[in-house]
C-alpha cells in the first residue's frame, strides 16, 4: 500500500472549515484514498473515499488533486465535536486486502 | 442495534495471566478484525477472520490467538500476559474482507499489564 504523509496537528476556529491535507506521492493507479477519524480514543469512524473524482457526502469533502499525489479533506464548518485525530489510508478497493493501515493521522483541535 | 460490542472496557493483569477479550457484532457481518493501538501511535492488525471458521495473522500476532466462535463472535487470547501488551485494543468488523470503508469498530478494551 502507498504510503501517506500527514501534519501532526491542526488548530481550527469553530465554524470555519477545517482543510486537513494528505500527501500519498507513490500512490498507484488502482488504489483509493480513505479518511476516517478517532474521536477521543473511540474506535475509528469511516468518514470518505474516493479514486480520482471529487466526493462530497454529509460528513465532509474530499479533494483530490489531479496528479492524485495528494488530497485535501475538507470538514465545511467544523464544531467542537469533530474534535479528533484523521488519518488519510490509500488502499486498493479490492477484496482480499485484509490490512487497513492506520498511521498517526493528525491531531485536529476545532477552537471555540 | 448495538453494532460491535466488546467486553470488558478495562482491564488490569499481572505479568503472565492469562486472558480473553471478547467481541461480537450484530450486522451480519462476515469479517472480523482485532487491532491494538499504542499510546500516541496508529492501530496495529493483529489477527483478523475473513470469514467464519477462517482466521490469518496480521502485522503483530505474536503473543495472542484467536478464536472465531460463529460468525458473530470473535476472541482474542493473552496466554502469558506481558507488559509491553499494554494497549487499547479495538475489534472491528465488515461485511466483507477488505471492504475498507465498511469497517465499523467497537468501543474498545484498556489492557494494562502490570
Known amino acids: 500500500d502507498a504510503k501517506t504523509t500527514q501534519p501532526p496537528s491542526m488548530d481550527c476556529a469553530e465554524g470555519r472549515a477545517a482543510n486537513l491535507p494528505c500527501n500519498h506521492s507513490?500512490?498507484?493507479?488502482?488504489?483509493?484514498v480513505y479518511w476516517y477519524r478517532q474521536i477521543h480514543s473511540q474506535g475509528p469512524q469511516y468518514i470518505i473515499h474516493?479514486?480520482?473524482n471529487n466526493e462530497t457526502n454529509e460528513m465532509a469533502s474530499l479533494i483530490i488533486t489531479e496528479d492524485r499525489k495528494s488530497s485535501t479533506l475538507i470538514l465545511p464548518h467544523a464544531t467542537l465535536r469533530d474534535t479528533a485525530v484523521y488519518y488519510c489510508?490509500?488502499?486498493?478497493?479490492?477484496?482480499?486486502?485484509?490490512?487497513?493501515?492506520f498511521g498517526t493521522g493528525t491531531r485536529l483541535t476545532i477552537i471555540p | 442495534n448495538a453494532g460491535v460490542t466488546q467486553t470488558p472496557k478495562f482491564q488490569v493483569l499481572k505479568t503472565g495471566q492469562s486472558m480473553t477479550l471478547q467481541c461480537a457484532q450484530d450486522?451480519?457481518?462476515?469479517?472480523m478484525y482485532w487491532y491494538r493501538q499504542d499510546p500516541g501511535m496508529g492501530l496495529r492488525l493483529i489477527y483478523y477472520?475473513?470469514?467464519?471458521?477462517?482466521?490469518d495473522k496480521g502485522e503483530v500476532p505474536n503473543g495472542y490467538n484467536v478464536s472465531r466462535l460463529n460468525k458473530r463472535e470473535f476472541s482474542l487470547r493473552l496466554e502469558s500476559a506481558a507488559p509491553s501488551q499494554t494497549s487499547v485494543y479495538f475489534c472491528?468488523?465488515?461485511?466483507?474482507?477488505?471492504?475498507?470503508?465498511?469497517?465499523?469498530f467497537g468501543s474498545g478494551t484498556r489492557l494494562t499489564v502490570v
Open positions: 472491528a468488523s465488515s461485511a466483507y474482507a477488505g471492504q475498507a470503508r465498511g469497517y465499523t
Open positions: 507513490t500512490i498507484s493507479g488502482n488504489e483509493y
Open positions: 474516493g479514486l480520482k
Open positions: 450486522m451480519n457481518h462476515n469479517s
Open positions: 489510508i490509500v488502499r486498493p478497493s479490492n477484496f482480499g486486502n485484509e490490512k487497513l493501515t
Open positions: 477472520s475473513a470469514s467464519e471458521g477462517t482466521t
